[in-house]
């Protein structure tokens, strides 16, 4: 008997150690070697088994990465780009820039007509729209540098899913529902998208096109993709549908790896991407900007706390408007504008009376000189290696043309270049001639992955799709744990608002703010505008004791996924 109560107590002790299961106090999912948290549960679970098998978070990253082009279409790719934050265990860091780059052939005014005027609609639903892909390239670079598994091994299961096919999602059911009127308009040929009749959630979507690109980059690397049959069918689709991009510019193709841009944060470290993405730049001026005030003693979103961050949030977006850009084709005043001091100035005229209108609202002097689809992941492995990623085809589905014969979706990233300064993009995002349209330059972007680390230790993953909204998303995830002592789910699960610079309007999410608090601030002169959702923030926490949370964002599938 007694022997007996010793077995039950040493299995019940298994279970409990071995078997992470969400805790009681509105964690996430809590784990003890490693944590893969992405937009769909396939992709987490593929994610989580190249790390149960020995591979590291640049293995997974990479695994994660191409299953969601197969089971998350909406944004996951290999016919975009996107950008990777990388702390390895002994606390150096990396930045991988994987964005699409404008085709040769294109040109500042090519979405304009000859009087100067905008033309609708053509930088999003062409492909005009398309950048060059740089998702395969960022892909085996990052792998080639810090992976530790073959190709073979990290791609077979996005083979294997594409192949066989995965169980859709009510969501995607729904989307592929939605859209199907557009996938018949704008392809030649039935994508795998469409099927007659209606889509049900758990109907299976086989993508044999997909499978054989997926092959020929596993077999032949780089060239699988950016040259060869892949690399032809896309320049086909080009000169079919009038886009750009030609062999030479795929032939070209490369990821730049850039220095992360870092600040701090109280106690913490911030470590982020830098230009082409704004995002890294963007969220160290807001934490800098906030950082002398008692955000945790006003609490989370009263009205004092939401006066605050959106004025910092009016100042950062101009700046972002001004001076931000490709670094390898403009000057960029990076740690200008990320300087403490130059921040503090910036806030200088914020006080707790009425808010300043953004039209009275400027870009500062720094001294010296996507609805909205993108995906963001979040790993950390046993080892301590975490990886931060975000990607994008731009919009949802990207400009919705498969590329005939190669099953995948293209971009419609060109929209992120300011086509006209002073002319909003599809975000509302105002751009002047740092984002101006160049052959080869890389649009800039709102992508924030981003890991932060507490007295030097890794302490959270995080990141956020959703456009303009990413930069403001991972800003408030990053205060409600630091600030609001929420755990990594609720922190993720919290209700957002987001104010852009313009329009002079703040952003909110339903369950963001109370009907007192939009009141106190209607009367310091701020208006209102209600949104279904405001990104999708996918973050993994460290505890001290080394135990991962993750938190996965109800407002989508997203999935926590550990060991
Ligand atoms: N396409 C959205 C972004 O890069 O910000």
Same mark, same amino acid.
């Given at each position: 008997m007694k022997n007996i109560n010793s077995i039950l107590i040493l299995l019940l002790f298994l279970f409990f150690s071995c078997n992470p299961g969400p805790d009681h106090q509105n964690r996430g999912l809590v784990a003890t070697h490693g944590m893969v948290v992405s937009a769909h549960p396939e992709a987490s679970y593929i994610g989580r088994q190249i790390l149960e098998k020995g591979g590291n978070a640049v293995d997974a990253a990479v695994a994660t990465d191409f299953a969601l082009a197969v089971c998350y279409p909406s944004a996951g790719n290999i016919g975009g780009g996107g950008f990777m934050v990388i702390r390895l265990k002994d606390g150096k860091t990396a930045t991988l820039d994987f964005r699409e780059k404008a085709p040769?052939? !294109?040109?500042?005014?090519?979405?304009?007509?000859?009087?100067?005027k905008i033309i609708p609609g053509l930088s999003i639903n062409s492909d005009l729209a398309t950048g060059v892909p740089g998702a395969v390239a960022g892909m085996l670079a990052a792998l080639k540098k810090y992976g530790t598994l073959p190709l073979e091994k990290v791609i077979q299961p996005a083979i294997d899913m594409a192949e066989k096919g995965f169980p859709v999602t009510r969501k995607q059911a729904d989307d592929f529902n939605r859209l199907k009127e557009t996938f018949v308009r704008v392809n030649r040929f039935v994508p795998a998208f469409v099927k007659n009749g209606q889509w049900k959630v758990g109907d299976t979507l086989v993508q044999k096109d997909l499978a054989a690109t997926l092959r020929q980059i596993r077999d032949n690397g780089r060239a699988g993709f950016y040259q060869g049959e892949v690399a032809e069918k896309l320049a086909d689709q080009m000169k079919y549908d009038g886009g750009l991009i030609t062999l030479e510019d795929l032939a070209n193709y490369k990821p730049v790896w850039r220095e992360a841009v870092t600040g701090t944060y109280k106690d913490y470290k911030v470590i982020s991407m830098p230009p082409p993405s704004s995002g890294g730049v963007a969220l160290i001026q807001l934490l800098n900007m906030v950082e002398p005030w008692p955000v945790k003693k006003w609490g989370w979103n009263t009205s004092r706390t939401v006066h605050l961050m959106v004025a910092a949030e009016k100042r950062v977006y101009a700046d972002r408007a001004e001076f931000l850009g490709d670094p390898d084709y403009v000057d960029i005043p990076v740690k200008q504008l990320i300087d403490k001091g130059y921040c503090k100035k910036r806030m200088k005229n914020f006080s707790l009376g009425r808010a300043i209108p953004s039209d009275s609202i400027s870009h500062g002097n720094p001294p010296g000189y996507e609805s909205e689809e993108t995906t963001h992941f979040s790993i950390v492995d046993a080892r301590g290696n975490a990886v931060a990623v975000t990607t994008t085809l731009n919009r949802s589905y990207g400009n919705k043309v498969v590329v005939k014969g190669a099953g995948f979706l293209l971009n419609n990233e060109m929209d992120d270049f300011s086509s006209k300064p002073g002319y909003p993009n599809s975000f509302g995002l105002i751009g002047g001639k740092a984002n101006a349209i160049q052959p080869g330059k890389r649009m800039l972007s709102s992508m924030t992955p981003t890991i932060l680390e507490k007295n030097g230790h890794l302490f959270m993953v995080v990141g956020s799709p959703g456009g303009s909204t990413i930069i403001t998303s991972v800003f408030q995830a990053i205060l409600n744990v630091v600030e609001h002592n929420m755990t990594m789910q609720q922190a993720v699960d919290a209700g957002r608002f987001h104010h852009q610079?313009?329009?002079d309007v703040i952003f909110y999410e339903?369950? !963001?703010?109370d009907s007192l608090t939009i009141n106190e601030l209607k009367k310091k002169g701020y208006e209102f505008h209600l949104r279904k959702s405001i990104g999708r923030v996918d973050a993994v926490l460290v505890f001290p004791d080394n135990r991962l949370e993750g938190g996965a964002d109800h407002r989508g599938d997203d999935t926590a996924d550990g060991y």
């Amino acid at each position: 008997m007694k022997n007996i109560n010793s077995i039950l107590i040493l299995l019940l002790f298994l279970f409990f150690s071995c078997n992470p299961g969400p805790d009681h106090q509105n964690r996430g999912l809590v784990a003890t070697h490693g944590m893969v948290v992405s937009a769909h549960p396939e992709a987490s679970y593929i994610g989580r088994q190249i790390l149960e098998k020995g591979g590291n978070a640049v293995d997974a990253a990479v695994a994660t990465d191409f299953a969601l082009a197969v089971c998350y279409p909406s944004a996951g790719n290999i016919g975009g780009g996107g950008f990777m934050v990388i702390r390895l265990k002994d606390g150096k860091t990396a930045t991988l820039d994987f964005r699409e780059k404008a085709p040769l052939l !294109a040109y500042e005014k090519m979405f304009q007509d000859s009087s100067g005027k905008i033309i609708p609609g053509l930088s999003i639903n062409s492909d005009l729209a398309t950048g060059v892909p740089g998702a395969v390239a960022g892909m085996l670079a990052a792998l080639k540098k810090y992976g530790t598994l073959p190709l073979e091994k990290v791609i077979q299961p996005a083979i294997d899913m594409a192949e066989k096919g995965f169980p859709v999602t009510r969501k995607q059911a729904d989307d592929f529902n939605r859209l199907k009127e557009t996938f018949v308009r704008v392809n030649r040929f039935v994508p795998a998208f469409v099927k007659n009749g209606q889509w049900k959630v758990g109907d299976t979507l086989v993508q044999k096109d997909l499978a054989a690109t997926l092959r020929q980059i596993r077999d032949n690397g780089r060239a699988g993709f950016y040259q060869g049959e892949v690399a032809e069918k896309l320049a086909d689709q080009m000169k079919y549908d009038g886009g750009l991009i030609t062999l030479e510019d795929l032939a070209n193709y490369k990821p730049v790896w850039r220095e992360a841009v870092t600040g701090t944060y109280k106690d913490y470290k911030v470590i982020s991407m830098p230009p082409p993405s704004s995002g890294g730049v963007a969220l160290i001026q807001l934490l800098n900007m906030v950082e002398p005030w008692p955000v945790k003693k006003w609490g989370w979103n009263t009205s004092r706390t939401v006066h605050l961050m959106v004025a910092a949030e009016k100042r950062v977006y101009a700046d972002r408007a001004e001076f931000l850009g490709d670094p390898d084709y403009v000057d960029i005043p990076v740690k200008q504008l990320i300087d403490k001091g130059y921040c503090k100035k910036r806030m200088k005229n914020f006080s707790l009376g009425r808010a300043i209108p953004s039209d009275s609202i400027s870009h500062g002097n720094p001294p010296g000189y996507e609805s909205e689809e993108t995906t963001h992941f979040s790993i950390v492995d046993a080892r301590g290696n975490a990886v931060a990623v975000t990607t994008t085809l731009n919009r949802s589905y990207g400009n919705k043309v498969v590329v005939k014969g190669a099953g995948f979706l293209l971009n419609n990233e060109m929209d992120d270049f300011s086509s006209k300064p002073g002319y909003p993009n599809s975000f509302g995002l105002i751009g002047g001639k740092a984002n101006a349209i160049q052959p080869g330059k890389r649009m800039l972007s709102s992508m924030t992955p981003t890991i932060l680390e507490k007295n030097g230790h890794l302490f959270m993953v995080v990141g956020s799709p959703g456009g303009s909204t990413i930069i403001t998303s991972v800003f408030q995830a990053i205060l409600n744990v630091v600030e609001h002592n929420m755990t990594m789910q609720q922190a993720v699960d919290a209700g957002r608002f987001h104010h852009q610079w313009k329009p002079d309007v703040i952003f909110y999410e339903k369950s !963001a703010l109370d009907s007192l608090t939009i009141n106190e601030l209607k009367k310091k002169g701020y208006e209102f505008h209600l949104r279904k959702s405001i990104g999708r923030v996918d973050a993994v926490l460290v505890f001290p004791d080394n135990r991962l949370e993750g938190g996965a964002d109800h407002r989508g599938d997203d999935t926590a996924d550990g060991y």
